[in-house]
């Protein structure tokens, strides 16, 4: 068995030597996507499985159930090969740790997406699934905007799936644009170890703004404060607007903001 690591990663590629196959056949080794990691203190890891129906879904003829999910073309698997088959939306198993391989590849983002609009539209249209399932769905998607939206993200990565219960605050910022009634700011977040650089899209004003944003929140809380992380949970395969690039000379300390914003809404109401 290939060694595996303590956290996975939403995409991750394993393979579970395991696998929960269907009763008359018992258990079978089969590859899998993860679809988070619920952290080191729990010993268990949702996951996709992976199947080739004997080989058929690589056929001509063979045709997508509304399930199912194709894998893209050169995903690296064992033995040198390259992964085939389609993932299955309608059936999340639960792992041990200790009975799955290490990462072996990382799915696209792509992939990702089509997993969760399949798997959307499977509800949809009546499919009766597992409530449970939906609390490693909604995980999931937000894992997914994240790395969508590049949110906790630098040159080795992104971050969120494990920061997204850390606390972290603003350090700096500056207004960058302003959309309709939104307001783009770029922060920069930071936990004191490490800081982030992040567009956020709010409608927040004055003293609302200026209280919620004055104070720590988790990852997760700071990546619901953009307007993007909304309409990417109502759709998330649509296209998000670029933003300017921030100018690196106008970050602001929070407190400065802070102090000059409220100078200004002092002013407004003297005048």
Do not use: C
Not at 17 to 28: T, W
């Amino acid at each position: 068995m290939i060694e595996y690591r303590q956290q996975y990663k939403s995409g991750d590629l394993i393979m579970s030597y395991s696998f929960p196959f269907e009763e008359r056949d018992g258990a079978k080794p089969r590859p899998a996507i993860v679809l988070g990691d619920y952290g080191r203190s729990v010993s268990v890891i949702p996951v996709m499985g992976i199947y080739t129906h004997k080989n058929k879904t690589e056929k001509e003829v063979y045709r997508l159930s509304p399930d199912e999910v194709r894998v893209p073309r050169g995903i690296p698997f064992i033995n040198g090969k390259t992964l085939s088959g389609v993932i299955k939306t309608d059936r999340i198993e639960q792992l041990s740790k200790e009975e799955v391989s290490g990462a072996l590849a990382e799915f696209p983002l792509r992939t990702k997406i089509e997993i969760l609009t399949t798997y959307e539209d499977v509800k949809e249209h009546g499919k009766l699934l597992n409530p449970q399932y939906d609390f490693v769905m909604k995980k999931f998607k937000e894992n997914v905007i994240a790395e969508k939206l590049n949110f906790l993200t630098n040159k080795k990565g992104n971050h969120f799936e494990y920061l997204r219960d850390e606390k972290m605050r603003i350090d700096r910022l500056q207004r960058i644009d302003k959309f309709g009634t939104l307001d783009i700011y770029s922060v920069e977040l930071t936990d004191d170890d490490r800081t982030f650089t992040y567009n956020i899209a709010t409608n927040k004003k004055g003293k609302k703004l200026l209280h919620d944003w004055g104070k720590s929140k988790t990852a997760l809380e700071w990546l619901k404060e953009d307007a993007k992380y909304h309409a990417l949970m109502k759709n998330i395969d649509q296209e998000m607007r670029l933003d300017p690039t921030p100018h690196p000379d106008k970050y602001q300390k929070y407190h400065v903001f802070r102090r000059k914003e409220f100078q200004q809404l002092k002013g407004g109401l003297e005048r």
